[in-house]
């Protein structure tokens, strides 16, 4: 059985699939799609097998450099990414956390520097015991994954 | 940007803890010297902290240098709005160091990323006071002649106690094994305990302090602070279990000293500072030294 499409195809441009629902808008932002010129169509609350309900984002025209792409992994690490060429896909692209996360996150210590004085925010990604945990490089707490805070 | 400064204790490897402890033996057998002559020092205090700045102006004053600064953010351009970087930058254009004390976690590490001179951080928030690492460190080696295999007993505030996480990471390198004594309230972090078990470093915990140290080469005593507790009855028992007094000390190792950040409230009795195992104002005075040696380094010298 053909499967049909839910949202349009692209002719060139990059697909971001397999967004957790709740998480899509997140996306958007942190890849700053709310002031691009390019054609964007959003889907959300797709039925997916995957994942449940999944978003889905199509930008035409515009490709991503692999350290914009993996700012997203902090939210959602099976996202798909896939860039299109003349309808075809040319490159999926696996996301991976980067070792160090500049500006998206915010610090959850509210004495921390970032968080009263004009500071760019860095966080150092690290593994204990098989949990992911992000040390802020200015005030040196740590917070646990699922309780990020996304500016 | 300058690699110089020292902002967090885990900032030093091993061999520069132990270059700075050796430097300061000499400061300590000479510690009127001229090697500062000409330097121009800063002491920015943006929270007042008297100790501290008194010891590292001291420092520097008896090494030939001068100083510049303010002891309290209210006679700075802070008060008017002035960001930290604009403070940073106006005063490295007078000085060759900045000393710095400030209220934020994190501001030394950013200060010292946007400062053309070495910084040397004499406390950011709750989060590091490696000057004070260094002395304790200091004052452990010269009272017990090594800084290995000690059995060392922190006691008191260890959720909050930034001196007693900085002392766990520094002494990681010389196989020391820790006792935690703390009540439940204020036990130590699980990331610390984390950090021990990583480094092979054998500790316990326990909540009563009385008859817990008999085998401790090093007591090291913190302040428990009434806000820290939500229960103010509690706070009132802990106060009064967590007081060392010099009957305790009956059965100790003669080799024991009992160390203590400073100010003490309540929890060692007067009746403690007469014995010899006293150690708390030595190892204020041992902070001259050991701040002689570190504004030394990071100026090169």
Do not use: W
Not at chain 1, 36 to 45: A, D, K, P, V, Y
Not at chain 2, 204 to 219: M, R, S
Not at chain 2, 277 to 284: D, G, N, T, V
Request: a neutral charge; charged letters at 25%; glycine letters at 4%.
């Amino acid at each position: 059985m053909e499967k049909k499409l839910k949202v349009a195809a692209l002719r060139n441009g990059t697909v971001i699939d397999h967004i957790p629902a709740d998480k899509l808008y997140k996306v958007v932002s942190i890849l700053r799609l709310e002031t691009s010129e390019n054609q964007i169509t959003i889907g959300n609350n797709l039925e997916s097998a995957k994942v449940g309900k999944k978003g889905i984002i199509k930008i035409s025209d515009r490709a991503f450099a692999v350290d914009e792409t993996n700012k997203i992994a902090l939210i959602a690490p099976n996202a798909k990414i896939n860039i299109i060429r003349d309808y075809q896909v040319v490159e999926k692209r696996v996301l991976t956390l980067p070792e160090e996360i500049r500006e998206i996150v915010q610090c959850t210590n509210p004495n921390c520097i970032t968080n009263n004085q004009p500071v760019t925010t860095r966080f150092l990604v690290l593994t204990h015991n098989n949990e992911i945990m992000l040390k802020c490089h200015y005030c040196e707490r740590e917070v646990k994954r699922d309780e990020v805070r996304i500016k | 940007m300058s690699n110089k400064s020292l902002v967090s204790i885990s900032d030093y490897s091993k061999e520069e803890i132990l270059a700075i402890l050796d430097s300061a033996a000499e400061f300590e057998a000479n510690p009127n010297r001229k090697t500062l002559d000409g330097k121009v020092i800063a002491t920015l205090f943006f929270e007042p902290s008297t100790r501290t700045r008194l010891s590292f102006e001291t420092a520097v004053i008896r090494l030939g240098g001068s100083i510049i600064g303010f002891s309290d953010a209210a006679t700075s351009s802070s008060s008017k709005g002035e960001t930290l970087n604009d403070t940073i930058h106006m005063v490295s254009c007078y000085a060759d160091a900045i000393v710095m004390r400030h209220p934020l976690e994190g501001a030394a590490r950013y200060a010292s990323e946007v400062s053309p001179v070495p910084i040397v951080n004499a406390g950011d928030g709750s989060n590091q006071h490696p000057s004070q690492t260094l002395l304790d460190m200091y004052s452990i080696l010269k009272t017990q002649g090594t800084l290995e295999n000690m059995t060392i007993c922190v006691v008191g505030d260890l959720k909050y106690g930034r001196t007693v996480h900085s002392l766990i990471m520094a002494m990681s390198h010389f196989h020391p094994t820790f006792k935690f004594i703390a009540p439940a309230e204020l036990r130590i972090p699980d990331e610390y305990k984390v950090f021990c078990q990583r480094n092979d470093i054998p500790f316990t915990e326990v909540t009563e302090l009385y008859d817990n140290f008999q085998d401790a080469d090093i007591l090291y005593m913190t302040r428990v602070q009434k806000e820290r507790f939500q229960d103010l009855m509690e706070y009132e028992r802990v106060k009064n279990v967590y007081t060392l007094k010099n009957s305790m000390l009956y059965n100790t190792k003669p080799n024991l000293r009992i160390l203590h950040p400073l100010p003490r409230v309540s929890e060692i009795d007067p009746d403690v500072d007469e014995n010899e195992k006293a150690y708390y104002f030595h190892q204020a005075q041992n902070g001259l030294y050991v701040r002689q040696a570190i504004v030394s380094k990071v100026l090169g010298l």
